[in-house]
């Protein structure tokens, strides 16, 4: 690149400014197949900013490409560019009108969160996209997203109001309905050649565009040259009388031209957006569903033309593949209730409106006017839970058949594929006899209402003979398409995966004439170029491809897939779900807002570091392997990408086999040993706590303690309990039979009145609890990827679990999540060949509130002066990440958060669940001293606020519990209050203590 460029973008740019490898590694993909390394990385702070990049890479030929958040699947946030990363701080919604139904946003926008604030006002943003909680407005536009409700709402091109844009010379403009009359007459300028070109295509090409242009309205193939007219070969279905209040509405004929309408599916080929002003709708007051089951996926897809004569507002189609994917796992299963039978194919068909009768007459006749055997109706969904049970089935589809610890994996170069609708049954067989042919299988699904289904065929692309298949499924898949007079691209975009359809698509004029718009808009190709109109062919650039190579180090733990740590390293598709701002994953990215730090990033980076092992790159790989160690240091392993992403890429896994081989050849940290081995430092300390606490108090022994281990002098260190041996249950009380009791280092020497809550509780349940004798499972050895001394600790546990009669029905409970679900989870990683025996134990490892729910517990009567039964005191419960990650057990019970929010529940507590996701504390993560203030910014991304503004802690306002010891500790560090363990509460009932 150029280095004067570079000069002058430093001397003008105040964001940052990145052109080291591990930079480019992040930014070469997205969510597609392809990898493209880019020229650098710009992140904009400002407006200012924005068009500062843009104006010195017109003066120095410089091409540039503006990118979201990377979740588009065509390859069209990738490239040799300098990507203009928009999402880090160009995210501000700048105005939200309820009386225009309008809004005005910057590209950094996340949907989700637009949609959040126009809740209020009872609007929401009409197209809806699976990638809502991730996705840009800037990607949206960009893309011309839609999604379930397209038959309602059209595309996002029929949405966008207006846009101030940046164009290819550095100059502004705005895109509007008066774009075209205003700047016809104007002098020459990059704006006024746009606009005469609209009007050369305007009245030239209409008659060419009404001839060549797919007859499915779902078309996002190319530019919006249709919108120029106006005119639409066809329309949603559901379409609103009034537009929604539009005036440039491409389904009338009456309609304005609106100059905006071609940025949308533009990819940032024709200007780079600063702001848009967008359409809102209003939120349907009620919904319900209906589920019909098809003998096979062909016929469900016959009966759509007949159910969309009802109005609905969503038809989507769900083949056996995912139902019975469903019914393997059992965090789904018990969502299941739905189904029965073995259906090829169901169909959920959606009515919204804001009567709940009109839905329910709607559903009905959906029922009675079934042809025989077609569409027999299973279930129909009213209550809000029943409805999302079945949409939670419909969206894990896909990521179940993705988390298939195998090579061959779903592949998204044909899913984005629309015909008409009355053709989708003769789509469907055909694509079915296409796979066939081609000896492999794929997920056919989604939205059937508009003719548009996901197809993935499951191929191996890092074998030559699946790089073959995908080229010729796609040469076969399109000849189909056109035929049925549909479209390549219909909510996904072009870039590099449709892109060399656009011509055979439209034909040579039609073509033409979108180049002309191309070259009118930016004549030195520097927006995104090689996408859309001159995209390389789609089998080229693939991530992985024939000739890919890669080779993991020689892994300390098991990993269940078939190619070992590489297959884990690899096991990201780069969807990027970890970049959304709720949940729990990731909270390092939330806070930081970096890609580096979500766990797609870190998984890129772990990936080119196996793969530059084979390459010869070897000069880079330091510098590679310091930034790899510099993300994963930041990753808290909260556990909530395992639970939470669609791929189930594990990345604290990941992270403890990377430190153990990194600290192969470098210096550990001092506090490594301290926290790795806290157990062990505590036993010896606790004895002698009064003078240990003491000189743990004292200044200058506090800052020397900090200085020299590295740790934080902003929080105080914990005070020890005196206590000396093992504490067992001495009640003998085995009515009803006995436990093994897992003790943890915190509720042992810091805060013994949990654990003895824990053996009051199960003593007063009528079970003898045994204490295995070591302390913990060895969580905080292997979160320090101590992997060899966690290996010795499990094996010592195992051992002291067998010989107090374990692993013959006996079941292991505690208290602190990390050490419980340590042991449920990690220890066939670390000892794989005594799998057998480990999961006959971990069948039966439960914390202790998971534990109760199980043995429909009896408690001996409670004291009277505060018994089960009483008026419900007031709890905020903030849970431990690991329970957030914890999915439904094997015997649909609960567990995790939900098993202790209702063992409060059980005890008379009114339960204020704290959706807030990590409180930022992670183990000993906000001990150390540069991670302190990242994790104090973690805190108050929510869990620290909502306690400060509940005005939580006195009895009027309710208590606050939190079942991890670490969280404890956070809330009163950053809020002041005083967090007490779920079970410390339940025993106070039990025992008619009153201390909260």
């Keep these: 690149m150029n280095p004067d460029f570079i000069h002058e973008l430093k001397r003008r740019f105040t964001g940052d400014l990145r052109f080291d490898a591990a930079s480019k590694i992040l930014y070469s993909t997205d969510a597609s197949m392809y990898q493209i390394e880019p020229l650098g990385v710009a992140i904009p702070k400002t407006q200012e900013d924005l068009q500062s990049a843009i104006e010195l890479a017109a003066k120095y030929k410089i091409p540039i490409l503006p990118r979201g958040s990377g979740s588009s699947l065509g390859g069209q946030a990738i490239g040799e560019a300098l990507i203009l990363d928009c999402s880090r701080y160009l995210d501000s919604i700048i105005e939200i009108n309820p009386e225009t139904h309008s809004a005005i946003v910057e590209p950094g926008v996340i949907l989700a969160s637009l949609n959040l604030r126009a809740a209020k006002h009872g609007l929401m943003f009409g197209p809806d996209p699976a990638s809502a909680e991730r996705a840009t407005m800037g990607g ?35 895109f509007d309905e008066s774009a075209l009359r205003v700047h016809s007459t104007e002098t020459e300028s990059r704006l006024s050649n746009i606009v005469a070109c609209a009007l050369e295509i305007r009245n030239k090409y209409a008659d060419a565009i009404r001839r060549s242009y797919p007859k499915s309205w779902r078309n996002s193939a190319g530019y919006r040259l249709n919108y120029l007219l106006p005119w639409s070969p066809s329309m949603p279905p559901q379409w609103d009388a009034n537009d929604y209040g539009l005036s440039g509405a491409v389904y009338r ?58 109005s609905p507002s969503a038809v989507e189609l769900i083949p056996r593949m995912i139902l019975q994917f469903a019914r393997s796992v059992p965090a789904y299963a018990r969502q299941m209730g739905w189904i029965a039978g073995n259906p090829a194919a169901v169909l959920v068909i959606e009515f919204s409106s804001d009567q709940t009768s009109a839905l329910k007459a709607s559903v009905e006749h959906c029922r009675n006017e079934a042809p025989r055997g077609l569409g027999v109706m299973l279930t129909v969904a009213e209550s809000a839970e029943d409805q999302t049970r079945v949409w939670n089935v419909r969206k894990m589809g896909l990521g179940i058949l993705d988390s ?19 053709r989708l049954g003769e789509f469907v067989r055909e694509i079915e006899r296409i796979l066939d042919a081609h000896k492999t299988e794929g997920g056919i699904y989604a939205h059937a209402s508009a003719g548009c289904l996901h197809i993935r065929p499951i191929l191996n692309l890092q074998r030559s003979a699946g790089v073959r298949a995908l080229r010729s499924i796609g040469d076969e898949v399109f000849t189909l398409v056109m035929r049925l007079g549909g479209s390549m691209s219909s909510e996904h975009g072009d870039g590099i995966v449709a892109g060399e359809w656009i011509e055979k698509t439209y034909g040579a004029e039609v073509t033409e004439a979108m180049r002309m718009l191309k070259h009118a808009a930016d004549p030195y190709n520097l927006l995104n170029p090689k996408k859309m109109l001159d995209a390389p062919p789609m089998d080229s650039h693939l991530r992985y491809g024939g000739n890919y190579q890669a080779q993991a180090w020689t892994a300390a733990l098991h990993f269940e897939h078939e190619r070992g740590l590489t297959g884990a390293i690899e096991h990201c598709n780069g969807q990027g779900v970890c970049r959304k701002n709720t949940g ?10 970096d890609e580096a730090n979500s766990t797609r990033g870190r998984a890129n980076l772990l990936r080119a570091l196996i793969r530059t092992r084979t390459g010869n790159r070897e000069s880079g790989r330091a510098e590679l392997e310091s930034a790899t160690y510099s993300a994963l240091d930041l990753c808290l392993a909260c556990k909530g990408c395992a639970s939470e992403c669609p791929s189930g890429v594990d990345m604290p896994k990941l992270k403890y086999e990377f430190m153990n081989e990194y600290y192969k050849t470098h210096r550990r940290p001092l506090r490594d040993y301290l926290f790795g081995y806290f157990h062990v430092a505590a036993k010896w300390l606790s004895p002698v706590a009064p003078v240990a606490n003491l000189f743990m108090k004292m200044d200058w022994s506090y800052k020397l303690i900090a200085r020299s281990m590295g740790i934080t002098d902003k929080r105080e260190f914990p005070i020890f309990a005196r206590r000396t041996g093992n504490k067992s249950n001495k009640t003998g009380n085995a009515e009803r039979g006995t436990v093994l009791f897992l003790s943890d280092v915190f509720s042992r020497y810091i805060e013994p009145e949990v654990e003895q809550a824990a053996l009051d509780i199960l003593n007063a349940a009528g079970y003898e609890a045994k204490v295995i004798p070591i302390v913990g499972a060895g969580a905080s050895l292997l979160s320090k990827g101590f992997i060899d001394a966690a290996r010795k600790h499990a094996e010592k546990v195992l051992a002291e679990i067998k010989a107090l009669g374990g692993g013959a029905g006996l079941s292991v409970v505690g208290c602190e999540p990390s050490e419980v679900y340590c042991l449920k989870h990690e220890y066939v990683g670390l000892l794989p060949e005594r799998c057998t025996e480990i999961e006959s134990i971990t069948k039966k490892v439960w914390l202790v509130d998971e534990f109760l729910l199980r043995i429909g517990v009896s408690l001996h009567q409670p004291s009277p002066k505060k018994g089960v039964g009483a008026a419900r005191e007031k709890i905020t419960f903030q849970p431990h990440c690991h329970q957030r990650a914890e999915g439904l057990a094997d015997d649909g019970l609960p567990s995790g958060t939900s098993a202790t929010v209702e063992m409060l529940q059980m005890f008379g507590f009114d339960v204020h669940l704290i959706e807030a996701g990590c ?57 002041g209050i005083k967090a007490q363990h779920p079970l410390v509460l339940v025993r106070d009932v039990l025992l008619g203590n009153d201390k909260t």
């Design 140 to 174: 949206v536009i960009g893309n011309n997203a839609t999604g379930a409700h397209s038959i309602l709402y059209g595309m996002s091109a029929d949405h966008l109001i207006e846009a101030d844009v940046i164009l290819s010379d550095g100059s502004l403009a705005k």
């Design 253 to 310: 004929p009456q309609s304005a031209i609106n100059l905006a309408s071609l940025l949308a599916g533009s990819e940032g080929t024709l200007a780079v957006m600063q702001r848009a002003r967008v359409n809102l709708v209003r939120k349907p007051k009620y919904t319900i569903l209906g589920v019909l089951a098809y003998e096979s996926i062909a016929s469900a897809c016959d009966d759509v033309p007949r159910l969309l004569e009802f």
């Design 404 to 422: 298939r610890p195998q090579a061959a994996r779903p592949a998204a170069f044909i899913e984005d594929c629309a015909v008409p609708v009355e």
């Design 584 to 593: 729990v994953m990731c909270p390092s990215f939330q806070a930081t807002r």
């Design 919 to 975: 409180c930022g504390m992670a183990g000993s993560f906000g001990y150390d001293a540069e991670h302190y203030e990242l994790s104090m910014q973690i805190g108050e991304l929510g869990v620290l606020p909502k306690i400060r503004e509940l005005g939580l802690g006195n009895r009027e306002a309710g208590a606050v519990a939190s079942s991890g010891a670490a969280c404890r500790m956070q809330i009163e560090h950053g809020a």
